[in-house]
């Protein structure tokens, strides 16, 4: 039996019609026709399909889609401030080419934005603890982080 | 993923009464980190899912000299852990709430739910055992409070009686004179389950321990305590030669088994080394 469920994604009021073991992440890709979160391992475990829910990053694939009611999700497709300009990290990971496959990256952005939104100026282990939950099978952790670096510098830059 | 149904319970008694009901292959559904991967892997055969996540009253943290710290059933990992209190009363519960998963996980896993799993490696059991907490338990017809210590009955399993739910958790007050330590030991740093857990709390009066609980995470059928270890550092101002002979006690107290993720003698060594560094370290968080 499906059930509805209204809520919010990227600030506009969405509803889906989803099956009770549906989980979040299918519901965004297949319902909603939000592809940017990635499917990787569906155990939680790689954090490629990291969303934000009311402000806290999670696995949607660990999330059911019948729990998203009333809530707010934020997803890598919600991180452009306009159709024409990009998010900080966006411009930073394109500038480092820290994004080598891509299958990692919305969630490793997800991840980023909110660990700047938090902490500006985070250190390089603050960015290694940010991260640890999401893997990037290419390796290319070295560029993300520089990546990383620039855009709070830039972000820092655009508020002074 | 495997089909099942789902159901949101208003209240503890409406969550009991569907537990019961709806018969077996029925589990409770609070972070679901653990439970949505059993069954996505077909570890768990599970027909229906009740939420418990709506149920007011199961989402507080309070902590007072006497009693100590309580959290409820819904309070995440992440939360505590993110918790100043925490970081200062209980630096075990940190550490242990720290090592858990992922960021994304702790922001979904509860403490409970860590400790209804009834893992022998689940990071948060041994310094709750470490620290005598109490585990609370609703049933329709009467509540009943457990030390932690008794609530594990083998791996995976516990006390709770069909249609019982654990409402929340009750950790002893933290004196100025007690010291705490967990550490973790396993084959990278995240999203990873412990090959070895120790956890140590200690009290000192005028340079003697005056108490000491050591439990051992993932080297037992559940999370064990070390009694004979603990009876030889009580009483001694745990110098450096009674702490090495206690460590190598608790090897002699511990049960491994080689798996997947260790050696049964690997596992013994590494309890002889991390007994003696958490008593260590929980000396140096009151020195």
Known sequence: ?160 | MRRFDYHRAETLEHASRLLTELGDDTFLFNGGTDLLVEIRERLRRVRNVVDIKQIPGLSDITYDETRGLTFGALVTVGRLERLALVGQRYPNLRAAFASLGSIQVRNRATVVGNICRASPSADTIPPLVADGAFVHIYSRTNMRVVPIAEFFTGPGRTVLAKGEIVTGITVPPAGDTTGKAYIKHGRRKAMELSTVGVAVSLSMEEGVCSDIRIALGAVGATVLRAPQAEAMLRGTSLDAATVSSAASKAMEECTPISNVRASADYRRDMVGVLTGRAIKQALETFA
């Open chain 1, 1 to 160: 039996m499906k059930r509805i469920v209204e809520f919010t994604v990227n600030g506009e009021a969405r509803d889906m019609a989803v099956d009770a073991c549906c989980s979040l992440l299918d519901a965004l890709r297949d319902d909603v026709g939000l592809t940017g979160t990635k499917k990787g391992c569906d155990v939680g475990d790689c954090g490629a399909c990291t969303v934000i829910i009311d402000g806290e990053p999670v696995n949607a694939c660990l999330v059911l889609a019948v729990e998203a009611e009333g809530r707010s999700v934020e997803t890598v497709e919600g991180l452009q401030p306009g159709v024409d300009t990009l998010h900080p990290l966006q411009d930073a990971f394109m500038r480092h080419g820290a994004s080598q496959c891509g299958f990692c990256t919305p969630g490793i952005l997800m991840m980023a934005k909110k660990l700047l939104d938090d902490n500006p100026h985070p250190t390089d282990e603050d960015i290694r603890f940010g991260l640890s939950g999401n893997i990037c099978r290419c390796t290319g952790y070295t560029k993300i982080f520089d990546a990383i670096r620039f855009a709070a510098r830039e972000m820092e830059a655009a508020r002074s």
